[in-house]
T-cell receptor, first 111, second 113 residues
Framework: KAGVTQTPRYLIKTRGQQVTLSCSPISGHRSVSWYQQTPGQGLQFLFEYFSETQRNKGNFPGRFSGRQFSNSRSEMNVSTLELGDSALYLC??????????FGPGTRLLVL | ELKVEQNPLFLSMQEGKNYTIYCNYSTTSDRLYWYRQDPGKSLESLFVLLSNGAVKQEGRLMASLDTKARLSTLHITAAVHDLSATYFCAVDGLETSGSRLTFGEGTQLTVNP
């Protein structure tokens, strides 16, 4: 079974721009979660989508948004980028009561 | 708000020694996970602990869960250099807090020859 894939792997943007990251879950998984990892704040939950609906949301500003398509692929968007948005963005998918499987991540640098 | 605390945050061990990493969490949950992260890489799933008293072992690592004490441990037996990595515990709040995984700060393990 192919794992979780994320594109792009690396991204450089400037302040004020917006960015869209993509995640394809493991085949058959309907839940996709997004996390942000920074040296200062650690790993933080952004949001989760299940069957095209946002099921849970972390404590992030409205500049962070996401969506899920009918094939379970998910995108997250960050508008009006700030320097502090520089991070590793991880996507994870899961089936039922098993663990969340993480993709390789997208490393975003905001200049 | 669910809080997850790990200790120690940094651990330097000699090869062949044993040690335990502790993970405390603040609210009721029956789903706890352990992950490993190598530098510059993503998270690799190690263990899923789904009930009180659960114990799982893989190679030199053994994880346990005490839901009454809200404590999980990751025990390392006869450490080898290949175990050097950062280890995270995470609690799933799907049934309780409306969040998914809340992670501990991570324990950076270095195994020295």
């Amino acid at each position: 079974k192919a794992g979780v894939t994320q594109t792009p792997r690396y991204l450089i943007k400037t302040r004020g721009q917006q960015v869209t990251l993509s995640c394809s879950p493991i085949s058959g998984h309907r839940s996709v979660s997004w996390y942000q990892q920074t040296p200062g704040q650690g790993l933080q939950f952004l949001f989760e989508y299940f069957s095209e609906t946002q099921r849970n949301k972390g404590n992030f500003p409205g500049r962070f948004s996401g969506r899920q398509f009918s094939n379970s692929r998910s995108e997250m968007n960050v508008s009006t980028l700030e320097l502090g948005d520089s991070a590793l963005y991880l996507c994870a998918s899961d089936g039922t009561v098993e663990t969340q499987y993480f993709g390789p991540g997208t490393r975003l640098l905001v200049l | 708000e669910l809080k997850v605390e790990q200790n120690p945050l940094f651990l330097s061990m000699q090869e062949g020694k044993n040690y335990t990493i502790y993970c405390n969490y603040s609210t009721t949950s029956d789903r706890l996970y352990w992950y490993r992260q190598d530098p510059g890489k993503s998270l690799e799933s190690l263990f899923v602990l789904l009930s009180n008293g659960a114990v799982k072992q893989e190679g030199r690592l053994m994880a346990s869960l005490d839901t009454k004490a809200r404590l999980s441990t990751l025990h390392i037996t006869a450490a080898v250099h290949d175990l050097s990595a950062t280890y995270f515990c995470a609690v799933d709040g799907l049934e309780t807090s409306g969040s998914r995984l809340t992670f501990g700060e991570g324990t950076q393990l270095t195994v020295n020859p």
